[in-house]
């Protein structure tokens, strides 16, 4: 008698394998694209400036559309230091960059990180500079 269960039991495990296989297949074919498309890297260069200020927060940083299309982009700044009642992360405005134009992000101090994404490229992330 377990003779008998033996290959149907088989069979449900290899429908089961080749199912699971199956799946594996095809997320890996619909998510190839958008990895591809995340690879490429914002075309964004960066420059730093120390300003004067009142509120104690010496740096900008100019993020430059180095591309011949604009850029819809997001982003936020991780700061370096804050206290137990502040939010960790300072979130900043969509933004659409011209080509050639250039986003200034101010408020930031020594060792912010500022994270900016858009569509189909990789995140890029910039570390403030202690010094200048």
């Known amino acids: ?56 927060t010496p740096f900008v940083v100019k993020l430059k559309n180095d591309s011949k299309e604009s850029l819809k982009l997001s982003g936020k700044v991780l700061l370096a230091v804050v206290n137990h009642a502040m939010d960790k992360a300072r979130a900043l405005p969509d933004h659409t960059l011209a080509a050639g134009e250039t986003w200034t992000i101010t408020g930031l101090a020594a060792d912010d990180k500022v994270l900016v994404s858009a569509a189909g490229y990789a995140q890029l992330e910039v570390r403030v500079p202690f010094k200048l």
């Not at 377990?2 to 080749?18: D, G, M, Q, V, Y």
């Not at 199956?22 to 997320?27: H, K, P, T, W, Y």
């Open 1 to 56: 008698m377990i003779n008998s269960a033996t290959p149907s039991l088989r069979s449900s495990t290899r429908r089961h394998a080749l199912l699971a296989l199956a799946c594996a297949f095809v997320l890996s074919l619909v998510s190839a694209p958008a990895l591809l498309a995340a690879d490429k890297p914002l075309p964004l260069s960066h420059t730093f400036e120390k300003v004067e200020s009142t509120e104690g």
